[in-house]
């Protein structure tokens, strides 16, 4: 494998993307290549379905078709970024008219892929809006969690609304190595070795850990996967 694609494959593998398309051929072939990319790839079947899906979750990317039923995908892209201004969305469109293109830019899009489209044209976009988001993440100082906490990357604080939650030595040190790389699932091993010191992979202690925060916060900021490990929930 390339080593670019490889590195950004490494980044994007644990991101999580919402697909909007309403053509069921279409959407199986594109589904197929953003699995390359994405383990979590959520698919909704027309904009109304994606709004509703992008309410209730939480995405890195969002990729959507433009002329759809109930809901097209410009009307759809209006309304996510009355909620989100920031997040990346790239859209899939056969239409290459000037106005198509303006309005898109004037909606606040990221990225334009024009049908029909192969593996290369979807992966240098995926490129481009994936490694801004994983550079982005590894430079700013504070980085917003869930629920109004916010982690001071340069300080080492955590902070909610103004307060700082008092942390012991192992809880700060879990904090600073879940934000090194804060769109990624970081495995026990580095984990156990970065906050005990050890290379045991020991995830009973890490999972204790976990526990204390929860119960201190009264509220989860960790999300966890058997085979990758752990990895903090962002506003």
Known sequence: MDAK?????SISKNMKVLYVEDQEDVCKQTLKILKNFF???TLA???EDGLKKFKSNS???IFTDLEMPKMSGMTLIRHIRELD?????IIFSAHSKTEYFLEAIQSGIDGYILKPYDFTQISEVIAKVVLKLDIKAQYTDEIKLKDNFIWDKKNRLLKK???LIKLTRNEMKLFEILTFYINNFTNNSDIDMFVF???SNNSKRIRNLVSRLRKKLNIDLF???YANGYRLKTN
Do not use: R
């Not at 201004?85 to 969305?89: A, D, E, L, S």
């Open 59 to 61: 995405y890195h990317i």
């Open 45 to 47: 079947k027309n904009g």
């Open 161 to 163: 609304e103004g307060t």
């Open 85 to 89: 201004k920031y997040i990346p969305i």
């Open 39 to 41: 383990n979590d790839a």
């Open 197 to 199: 010191g050890e290379d």
């Open 5 to 9: 694609l490889e590195l950004l494959i």
């Open 223 to 225: 999300e966890s996967n």
